[in-house]
T-cell receptor
Framework: RKEVEQDPGPFNVPEGATVAFNCTYS??????FFWYRQDCRKEPKLLMS???SGNEDGRFTAQLNRASQYISLLIRDSKLSDSATYLC????????????FGAGTRLAVHP | GAGVSQSPRYKVAKRGQDVALRCDPI?????LFWYQQALGQGPEFLTY????????KSGLPSDRFFAERPEGSVSTLKIQRTQQEDSAVYLC????????????FGPGTRLLVL
């Protein structure tokens, strides 16, 4: 079983739609949680960290449920420029940030 | 400011050849990571340096993979006797220090082994 599991998609949505991605992680010792965005043939870039209380950054909302070991990302009012692969990422504590990535969920926003 | 740079951006190797991939982290960044990303997958951790010390090499797939960072800045990932399964994008990331610092990724080296 993979340490971080995501629905690979693709999610094909029209502009303006709301879309939600889910992710589960297997290691209960995971301490830090992130969503990264990766455009085709580019490097991953941090989209946002995910906090236990949930957090929002503009059109993006992230939620964490430690009891269920579940992370989510909600994108409201989708834009064409949101088309990318969204990577769910966790790290364990221990002095350095060894990132464990899911395989990613592909999002395609169409006009 | 300058980000993480990697070279070469693309490398084609014949099976059995040795390759060396270079990473220039952001200046002053103490932590440096190497990841391997196979097609359609997320990046997978290979190894971690804190300055010149290689503190974690648990992700290196075999003893054909070797990484170094002798002066605590530039790092090289070397793959000996390349195999077709080594074909992947090799990503380098750096962060200012450690646990709670954001990692910044380089553009990667796309390695194709024929």
């Amino acid at each position: 079983r993979k340490e971080v599991e995501q629905d690979p998609g693709p999610f094909n949505v029209p502009e303006g739609a709301t879309v939600a991605f889910n992710c589960t992680y297997s290691n209960s010792a995971s301490q830090s949680f992130f969503w990264y965005r990766q455009d085709c043939r580019k490097e991953p870039k941090l989209l946002m960290s995910v906090y236990s209380s949930g957090n929002e950054d503009g059109r993006f909302t992230a939620q964490l449920n430690r009891a269920s070991q579940y992370i989510s990302l909600l994108i409201r009012d989708s834009k064409l420029s949101d088309s990318a692969t969204y990577l769910c990422v966790v790290s364990l504590s221990g002095g350095y940030n060894k990132l464990i990535f899911g395989a990613g969920t592909r999002l395609a926003v169409h006009p | 400011g300058a980000g993480v740079s990697q070279s070469p951006r693309y490398k084609v190797a014949k099976r059995g050849q040795d390759v060396a991939l270079r990473c220039d982290p952001i200046s002053g960044h103490v932590s440096l990571f190497w990841y391997q990303q196979a097609l359609g997958q997320g990046p997978e951790f290979l190894t971690y340096f804190q300055n010149e010390a290689q503190l974690d090499k648990s992700g290196l797939p075999s003893d054909r993979f070797f990484a170094e960072r002798p002066e605590g800045s530039v790092s090289t990932l070397k793959i000996q006797r390349t195999q077709q399964e080594d074909s992947a994008v090799y990503l380098c990331a750096s962060s200012l220090y450690g646990e709670f610092e954001t990692q910044y990724f380089g553009p990667g080296t796309r390695l194709l082994v024929l």
